[in-house]
């Protein structure tokens, strides 16, 4: 058998070089769908983060505006026209036979120049408070017990952001038709006593604390006064000589509350704070939407909430609607200056000079039907390989000054200079809005 001859040769040198530069072109092929498959989930992951945000923002807002004015059927809404339901309109303001400053009402700002001199219904604005804020101020003005001052700093609240303040009942409530709960009235129908049998699911009566106020409803009328408690009976008391609270209609589901605890009081505004994020850098902040009960600790609710804007949808006295800025609502013009005619208004004989004055202007808090709220939201991260156009967005707001000058360019080019609200450029935004009823406006 012959051997079998062959010839054994390798690459050459050129063959090595093509194979290499060959092998680097897939390598820089395969780097460069990684990086930008990469980039773009992390694009996705901090857009469905912003998108949660902003959804339970609205969300939470929403649930709370809904309710504003809420007070088991007794309610502050306002009057379609001048003409029709003047007599019930005036029931639903519950009476206070209690001063106005013994209320203890947190985040307060209706200061009253002369106290009433005798039993006053609850002035509007005590349901619905809020405050149209630019960069360089708000009308009114937010005083610092209710909201911390504007600034670019952390802990500051956000430049050119809206501040609201709303109340409403948020218990159940003791009923006095029920379980041989009972009423006693007296010959003119006052108040004599209330005798109260918890039923299952109420609050313990122990809940009512010595000086706390009570909050009596039938749905249609109500009073809030101030009572003594002797286990489950009730005793009612008038700051006014010569008034006393009257009886309700037990035809109803009437119910006593406790004031002091079941009035809610909530409190919306955004803050900047301190990105505790390892990786971000030196002095970066986030902005916050933070929610008040109570007068309590702010509690933060949705991070990256950078804008809040609130318009106010207002039934004028001839059954017109306006859509105005909390400024235009508490001075009673519409956008141009021109007054706008207030609803029916209840009985405010009981104020005097200055304060009657005070009321009658901000009259139109009595008229919302609905609350349009504009939010935008950021994702909190920088996003620094993002370019000005995949960082573009829009942010419609009101069209006002207010909203125009704390925007960024729809295509920012200064990435690096931070907006007047003192936050970065650098990262993704979106808008949400919602409108929402209030619950109780009285049509």
């Known amino acids: 058998m012959k051997p079998i001859r062959g010839l054994i040769r390798g690459f050459t040198l050129v063959e090595l070089m093509i194979a290499l530069a060959l092998g680097l072109l897939v390598t820089a092929g395969i780097i460069s769908v990684f990086v930008s498959t990469s980039k773009a989930g992390n694009v996705q992951t901090q ?6 945000e902003g959804r339970y923002a609205i969300g939470q807002i929403g649930s709370d505006l809904s309710m504003a004015g809420g007070l088991y059927g007794a309610n502050t809404g306002g009057l379609a026209t001048r003409e029709t339901y003047g007599y019930m309109d005036g029931l639903r303001s519950p009476t206070a036979y209690v001063q106005f400053a013994s209320l203890g009402l947190p985040d307060n700002a209706v200061a009253l120049g002369n106290p009433p001199a005798a039993p006053y219904p609850l002035p509007s604005r005590i349901y619905v408070s809020g405050y149209e804020c630019s960069v360089a101020a708000c009308i009114p003005a937010v005083p610092v017990a209710i909201a911390p001052v504007m600034g670019t700093a952390a802990g500051n609240r956000v430049p050119g952001a809206d501040v609201l303040t709303l109340r409403y009942v948020s218990g159940r409530g003791w009923s006095i038709v029920e379980g041989g709960s009972t009423q006693v ?29 009570a909050l009596l409803s039938d749905g249609s009328a109500a009073s809030v006064f101030k009572v003594t408690r002797a286990g489950g009976v009730f005793t009612p008391s008038s700051d006014f000589p ?16 406790n004031f002091s605890n079941d009035f809610t009081t909530i409190t919306y505004y955004l803050q900047l704070l301190a990105d505790s994020n390892p990786d971000a850098p030196a002095g ?34 001839d059954g017109g609607v306006s859509v105005l800025g909390a400024d235009n609502v508490a001075a009673g013009t519409d956008g141009s200056g021109n007054a706008i005619d207030c609803p029916v208004q209840p009985d405010l004989s009981a104020f005097t000079g200055a304060t009657l004055s005070e009321l009658r202007q901000g009259c139109l808090w009595r008229a919302l039907r609905a609350i349009e709220v504009h939010t935008l939201v950021n994702n909190a991260t920088l996003l620094p390989t993002l370019g000005a ?6 942010y419609s707001c009101d069209g006002s000054a207010s909203c125009t000058s704390t925007g960024a360019a729809l295509a920012p080019t200064a990435l690096t200079a931070p907006l007047p609200n003192g936050l970065d450029k650098r990262m993704l935004r979106r808008e949400f809005v919602g409108m929402f009823s209030v619950r109780n406006y009285n049509p």
């Open 242 to 257: 010569g008034y006393a609270p009257g009886c309700v209609n037990t035809q109803t589901d009437a119910r006593l509350y």
């Open 284 to 317: 970066h902040r986030v902005a916050a939407l933070m929610r008040k009960v109570n007068g309590g600790p702010a509690e933060e609710i949705a991070r990256g909430v950078e804008r809040l804007d609130f318009r106010y949808m207002i039934e004028n006295a």
């Open 47 to 52: 857009m469905a983060r912003l998108q949660e």
């Open 185 to 213: 009235c007296d010959a003119t129908n006052n108040l004599t006593s209330i005798s109260i049998v918890p039923q299952a699911g109420d609050a313990p009566l122990a809940s009512f604390q010595a000086g706390d106020l």
């Open 389 to 394: 156009n995949e960082l573009a967005y829009r």
